[in-house]
């Protein structure tokens, strides 16, 4: 199963919003309600900022929040500030029962 | 708190074995699904495997089907992940996490070297 597509890499100011978007199949996001996305700080864990397309666990700022269109999933960051600076993945089941990460963005806020 | 502690990586010839451990605590381990995840070095996330919370049902990446296993026990409340056939890009840090609508809780990894 092919990783999700994400672009490279995104930028922003502080104060500003900006869209991750992460693109799979109908066999992926286009079939599931579990995506889910998670940031990464520079060598730390990954942390789980949004579950079942559209929930935030509870600590996650309600700065960040996930939509779906199609096959295409999305997080938005409202308020940018410098500590979001990090890799965002996005990730999906899979008609297959199997799990699928996105290839990975790098937010840099300037 | 949810803490997860996996163990048994380190430096392994290609074509050799490993047997990683993931330890559960703070939660009920029996209760939920249980994967691994792996990053190789200055790369993105790839998911390998998860089990379901009997551990009857087991799934894997296409690419370690067939050379990596995933088991658990529950009553010792640890993961498992033997590999077998390694390779040299099976190198990277293998993540245990939770499952539960995604991946909510991750230990803090085991370095696996192919070399």
Not at chain 2, 50 to 76: E, L, P
Request: glycine share 12%; net charge neutral.
């Amino acid at each position: 199963h092919s990783a999700l597509t994400q672009p490279p890499s995104v930028s922003g100011s502080p104060g500003q919003s900006i869209t991750i978007s992460c693109s799979g199949t109908s066999s992926d996001i286009g079939n599931s309600d579990r995506v889910s996305w998670y940031q990464q700080s520079p060598g730390t864990v990954p942390k789980l900022l949004i579950y079942e397309v559209t929930e935030r666990p509870s600590g996650v700022p309600d700065r960040f929040s996930g939509s779906k269109s199609g096959n295409t999933a999305s997080l938005t960051i409202s308020g940018l500030q410098l500590e979001d600076e990090a890799d965002y993945y996005c990730s999906s089941f899979t008609r297959t029962s199997t799990i699928v990460f996105g290839t990975g963005t790098s937010l840099t806020v300037l | 708190q949810v803490h997860l502690v996996e163990s048994g990586g380190g430096l392994a010839k290609p074509g050799g074995s490993l047997r990683l451990s993931c330890e559960a605590s703070g939660f009920s381990f029996g209760d939920y699904y249980m994967t691994w995840t792996r990053q190789a070095p200055g790369k993105g996330l790839e998911w390998v495997a998860y089990i379901t919370s009997d551990g009857a049902g087991k799934y894997y990446a296409d690419s370690v089907k067939g050379r990596f296993t995933i088991s658990r026990d529950n009553a010792k409340k640890t993961m498992f992940l033997q590999i077998n056939t390694l390779r040299v890009d099976d190198t990277g840090t293998y993540y245990c996490a939770r499952w539960r609508g995604g991946f909510d809780f991750w230990g803090q990894g085991t370095l696996v070297t192919a070399s």
